[in-house]
Structure formats: structure tokens, C-alpha cells
């Protein structure tokens, strides 16, 4: 049967499957070494790739923390990994495995993970929305990411916001910064009925609610889809988010879009995967 290979590239690890059909048929997680980072990270993801491939495989794809020209696939200013400004990926790695090779964000990546292979396949229009250290956003329109000019629309984390970024607000510094501990942490003792907690992710819920105002405003799609580590608390914070929504000008599209979270798992390797087909 034939595959494909998904590679999730990130700051602490790479994370690469092939996939035949909608399944992970087998999984690598390898160190980036993201502080040696140049030809180190590039040799240690060939051979990454290496392990992965069969005969059978048809094209790899990749999700990248940070911008890309998409058609000639150059990845700049991967902030976490050094001497990774300008990188050709796809040309580098067409020439070394003589397959296609599809380069995308990895917020895009998600959205297009969803699309592809979970509960995005539903809806021709929706944003897809990592909520973990950062917030990342993809665009799914007529079925197919927005392909915009540089590879930055859904960056809704950026956007100002009281003294400082949506991001701040939405991604999980909010929790280190407000109570000095993890969301995940948090989380544990909300569900045990601490007050104080379930009060932080109430006005959590309020933030995130403005970053749902916002893409209303701006592309009024059909659903959001959350993933991330901070999604799985979701049920900490609805209420708050929805309570907060009510001031929305156009109460319709409140009552209209679906907010979800996804459940896929290994969404990385899916959604870079999901470049290929």
C-alpha cells in the first residue's frame, strides 16, 4: 500500500510517521539539537526520513515552526532551531530522496490536519487554532488552506491586546504569569473544585472569547477547531468563553458557528502528512 511521511519539526524534538491511509503505521521521535541546530538538525531529520521511507512511500510532508515559501518550499527565521534563517527544505530533500516534498507552518498543518483527516472534514470553511506556549492559526477556505502571500495569515496570537498580544492572553504564559503554575496544573485542581483555580480559567475563558470575536470578525467561519495542550481543558473555560460572547454585535454567527476540539491524536505527523494528498 502505498504512504506517505509526516514530519513535525520542532524546537525540542522532530517527529516523523508514515502513514498509509488515515494510520500511523509507525512513529520516530528524534532530539532536534535545536542549539547546534544548521546541518546538524538538517542531517539528523534525513535520517529521520531515511528510517521512514519504503519503496512505497510517494512524498514526505512537513510542518515547520515558522514561515515558508510554500512553492519553492525555503523555511526562514526558524526561531528556536540556530542557523535556520533560510533553509531550501524542499530542494534539499527532493534532491537527497527523489520524491515530492511539501512544506507548510505547523498551525497550518493542523488546520489542514483536520481537514483531511478529523472533524474539519465536515466544514468547507473553519479556522483551525493551537492554543499551548503560543497560538497558532490556520485558514481552511473552500475546502483548501488559504494560500496567502507569505505564509502568515492566522496569526491571531499577534494581534494587540490590553498592554500586550492575544498570545499573552491565550497561550499558556497567561497561567505561569497570573497564578505561577502550568495550565495543566491548574487544570488538576479546578477538576478537584479549587475556587481559585476554576476563577483562573474562567477569565481565561473571557480572553479566549475576544480571540473568537476577532475571527468572527475578520472571516466569520463555519467552526473553530481548538487543539493543543490547553484544548484538552476546554471544559474548564466554555462557559466563560460563551457567557463572554454574548456581547458579540451579531448574535447569529454566535449561535451559528461550532466550536470544537480536536481528538485527533499524533496531529502533527497527520497534519504535515495531510500536505501530500
Known amino acids: 500500500m502505498e504512504s506517505i511521511l509526516g514530519i513535525d519539526i520542532g524546537g525540542t524534538s522532530i517527529v516523523g510517521g508514515r502513514i498509509e491511509g488515515d494510520i500511523i503505521i ?103 487554532i493551537t492554543l499551548g506556549t503560543g497560538v497558532g492559526g490556520g485558514i481552511i477556505q473552500d475546502n483548501h488552506l488559504l494560500f496567502d502571500s507569505n505564509c502568515g495569515s492566522g496569526e491571531f496570537g499577534e494581534i494587540p491586546y490590553l498592554d500586550s498580544i492575544l498570545e499573552e492572553y491565550c497561550g499558556s504564559r497567561f497561567f505561569t504569569r497570573t497564578a505561577g503554575r502550568s495550565g495543566y496544573e491548574i487544570a488538576l485542581k479546578a477538576r478537584e473544585g479549587d475556587r481559585d483555580s476554576i476563577a483562573i480559567y474562567s477569565q481565561y475563558g473571557k480572553h479566549i472569547s475576544m480571540l473568537v470575536k476577532v475571527i468572527l470578525l475578520i472571516l466569520d467561519p463555519q467552526a473553530i477547531i481548538f487543539g493543543g495542550s490547553i484544548s484538552k481543558s476546554f471544559d474548564l473555560f466554555k462557559d466563560s468563553m460563551y457567557e463572554n460572547l454574548k456581547d458579540f454585535p451579531y448574535p447569529k454567527s454566535v449561535d451559528k458557528i461550532q466550536i470544537l476540539t480536536s481528538d485527533l491524536h499524533n496531529i502533527g505527523i497527520l497534519g504535515a502528512g495531510a500536505l501530500c494528498v
Not at 512505497?56 to 526561531?79: C, F, H, L, M
Open 26 to 128: 509507525e512513529q520516530i521521535t528524534v532530539d532536534t539539537c535545536a542549539q547546534e541546530g544548521g546541518d546538524k538538525t538538517l542531517n539528523i531529520l534525513k535520517e529521520l526520513i531515511r528510517q521512514l521511507k519504503t519503496t512505497d512511500t510517494r512524498a514526505i510532508g512537513i510542518g515547520v515552526p515558522s514561515v515558508v515559501d510554500r512553492e519553492k518550499g525555503i523555511v526562514y527565521n526558524v526561531q528556536n532551531i540556530k542557523n535556520w534563517d533560510e533553509v531550501h527544505l524542499k530542494s534539499l530533500l527532493e534532491a537527497e530522496f527523489e520524491l515530492p516534498v511539501h512544506i507548510d507552518n505547523d498551525a497550518n498543518c493542523f488546520a489542514y490536519g483536520e481537514k483531511i483527516y478529523g472533524k474539519g472534514k465536515d466544514f468547507q470553511n473553519f479556522v483551525g
